[in-house]
């Protein structure tokens, strides 16, 4: 079936330590984005890419890095910078310039929890 | 950059009634995209309908349908005949047609109780 994966389902990090939430996707979607979700702050994007070995920061990108080595694959890190990183954290895919009001996939999401 | 509103936190319907959630957004652009997204307690996000901004007709799909006002900067999402599976939140979404800036902006959300 084709879909987009995130690992694992619950995460929890000591403060600290740096964490990296994983995201694949078998859909062949150039574009990949990473959202985090707070309680009444709705979805908040941290980092997309559009293309294999590009990306750009979105609104909240602040102690966060990513790579996009394959198309497939879109890790996130939450670094130790991050100074409220406990949250749910999303990741999408879609196709890219299609011209259409073509829709993104969500994986199921990875909620953080910093102990 | 583009801003989605969302100015209802929460909503409540009866089982079987009609219910509109409200949703403005703010863009210079004329051509872009918008949605509305279901998020059921498991938290998977699923697409309800979708508008492309060039099309003035009112998108449906089914039970839901929205009402565009282009004009105004609304896109609501009406709910009819509502059912104890769409007890959600629900997300407004705009998107870009610019081929460089094709990212989805999420409202706050509103949360849908459906009484039985």
């Known amino acids: 079936d084709g879909g987009i994966t995130q690992s694992p389902k619950y995460l929890f990090r000591k403060e600290g330590q740096n964490v990296t939430l994983s995201c694949e996707q078998n859909?062949?979607?150039?574009?990949m984005y990473w959202y985090r979700q707070d309680p009444g702050q709705g979805l908040r994007l941290i980092y997309y890419?559009?293309?294999?070995?590009?990306?750009q920061k979105g609104d909240i990108a602040e102690g966060y890095s990513v790579s996009r080595e394959k198309k497939e694959s879109f890790p996130l890190t939450v670094t130790s910078a991050q100074k409220n990183p406990t949250a749910f954290y999303l990741c999408?895919?879609?196709?890219?310039?299609?011209?259409?009001?073509?829709?993104?996939?969500f994986g199921q999401g990875t909620r953080l929890t910093v102990v | 950059a583009q801003t989605v509103t969302q100015s209802q936190p929460e909503m409540s319907v009866q089982e079987a009634e009609t219910v509109t959630l409200s949703c403005t957004y703010d863009t210079s652009e004329s051509d872009y995209y918008l949605f509305w997204y279901k998020q059921p307690p498991s938290r998977q996000m699923i697409l309800v309908i979708r508008q492309e901004a060039y099309k003035q007709q009112n998108a449906t799909e089914n039970r839901f349908s929205v009402n565009f006002q282009k004009a105004a900067k609304s896109f609501s999402l009406k709910i009819s005949d509502s059912q104890l599976g769409d007890a959600a939140m629900y997300f407004c979404a705009y998107r870009s047609s610019d081929f460089g800036n094709e990212k989805l902006t999420f409202g706050t959300g509103t949360r849908l109780t459906i009484i039985p």
């Open positions: 999408a895919s879609s196709p890219f310039r299609t011209g259409k009001a073509t829709e993104a996939f």
């Open positions: 890419s559009q293309i294999v070995n590009d990306f």
């Open positions: 859909l062949n979607h150039d574009a």
